[in-house]
């Protein structure tokens, strides 16, 4: 039952992603092409609005559904790790036409083909945790 409003979110947030066109390849592909700043306005709102909520946890202590402390931990510096990780995750989302949040909903939609990105998805990210003691960090 805790989990409920966790889910609600979740269609809240595919609702906001669908109606704001953030799912649309064809915004996607004017955003990497400097055609529109449609997908700037949506990606600059969200990084205010996540550090307002950061923000947020900090000061009031917030805590997580089981009731534990958010912890945030400090970034390391590295501009060639981030610069790295921004290329992939860039290239990876000019190839497929999504990000990971609106994968699950164009999945929903019932473009079936994002099956396929979604299982691309997870299987890099258990090779990460497969291979992370073995990569530079």
Same mark, same amino acid.
């Given at each position: 039952?805790? @989990? ?41 709102? @969200? ?50 036409? @999504? ?25 890099? @990210? ?12």
């Amino acid at each position: 039952m805790k @989990a409920l409003k966790f889910i609600l979110i979740g269609i809240v947030f595919g609702i906001v992603m669908s109606k704001s066109e953030a799912i649309s390849w064809y915004r996607i592909q004017e955003m990497f092409r400097f055609q529109s700043f449609h997908m700037y306005g949506i990606i600059g709102t @969200a990084v205010l609005l996540g550090i307002i909520i950061v923000q947020l946890i900090k000061r009031f202590d917030l805590k997580d559904f089981k009731g534990n402390s958010i912890v945030i931990a400090p970034k390391e510096k590295g501009f060639v790790r981030a610069l790295a990780g921004g290329t992939l995750f860039g290239l990876g989302w000019a190839l497929t036409g @999504a990000c990971p949040g609106p994968l699950f909903v164009n999945l929903g939609y019932g473009f079936l083909t994002f099956a396929v990105v979604i299982i691309g998805a997870i299987a890099g @990210a258990w090779l990460y945790g497969y291979f992370q003691d073995k990569l530079p960090h």
